[in-house]
């Protein structure tokens, strides 16, 4: 079976980001860019699998403006055999991307898709869960370990006061969770394979998606600043101080 994973490219998360002027987003000047740390996940996933030969080839997908070739070549350094860009500079929510993915995972058929359980840009967290539903194929969010065997696919995910774990019937759709695994850094050596590797581009009129924005963001806010601290004497003082003025015990 192939894997498809889908990655997107974010603000780099050690980036601090701003919030632009006119409220309208985030500012995206000048910032580095880079895979949205799920997604890094899910193509470690992909490419373990593969390497325990419980999968023929990673396929990853990316859709957006042409510069998100640079975060499909990470990718193919990591270990994927090939990558699609859907390209389009439109502005892109998880329900045109979830639309885009079901066109190419119709077309390229894969056993398994292993999306990030979010992006950490619009933290929507919603991108899996919709692509399952318009393939109808079933789904395990937030995994915390994979097992493939036997057209079946075994996932434990961390719930509220422990660990469920589920078996599918695959074809699938699993998103991956931050103890997963550990991602493998790139190698120059692999940087350099991968520019061989190949990476079709497609668009959304040619797999026959419209990309519509079916939200519209009102306003983007820092949220507010912190005020200053202080020091209390003893603990005493304190005791007093959080029943009397911040009234936060009784
Ligand atoms: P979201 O629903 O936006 O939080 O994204 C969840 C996951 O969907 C991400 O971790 C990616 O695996 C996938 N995804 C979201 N947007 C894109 C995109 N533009 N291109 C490829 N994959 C995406």
Avoid: H
Wanted: proline letters at 4%.
């Amino acid at each position: 079976m192939n894997i498809v994973v889908p990655v997107k490219r974010v603000v780099d998360y050690n980036v601090k980001v701003r919030v632009k002027s006119d409220g309208t987003g985030v500012d995206l000047a000048n910032v580095k860019m880079a895979m949205n740390p799920f997604d890094e996940i899910a193509v470690e996933e992909a490419v373990r699998l593969k390497e325990a030969g419980l999968a023929e080839a990673v396929v990853v997908v990316s859709c957006g403006a042409a510069a998100c070739q640079e975060t499909l070549r990470t990718a193919l350094a990591m270990g994927a055999d090939r990558a699609i860009l859907v390209q389009t500079d439109a502005e892109l929510q998880p329900l045109a991307v979830a639309r885009l993915l079901q066109a190419v995972c119709q077309q390229e058929s894969p056993g398994l898709v292993i999306c990030g359980k979010q992006a950490i840009d619009d933290d929507a967290g919603q991108t899996g869960q919709m692509l399952a539903a318009l393939l109808g194929w079933p789904q395990a969010t937030f995994a915390s370990q994979v097992a493939v065997a036997d057209g079946r696919a075994t996932v434990t995910r961390e719930v509220d006061g422990g660990l469920e774990t589920l078996e599918l019937t695959l074809p699938a759709v699993v998103t991956t969770d931050l103890r997963l695994n550990q991602p493998r850094y790139v190698t120059l050596p692999n940087i350099m394979k991968a520019k061989k590797k190949p990476l079709d581009i497609l668009t959304p009129e040619g797999l026959g998606v419209a990309v519509q924005a079916n939200l519209t963001v009102l306003q983007v806010s820092e949220p507010a600043a912190r005020s200053a601290g202080v020091r209390v004497a003893d603990a005493a003082q304190l005791l007093d101080r959080l029943k009397n003025e911040a009234k936060v015990i009784a």
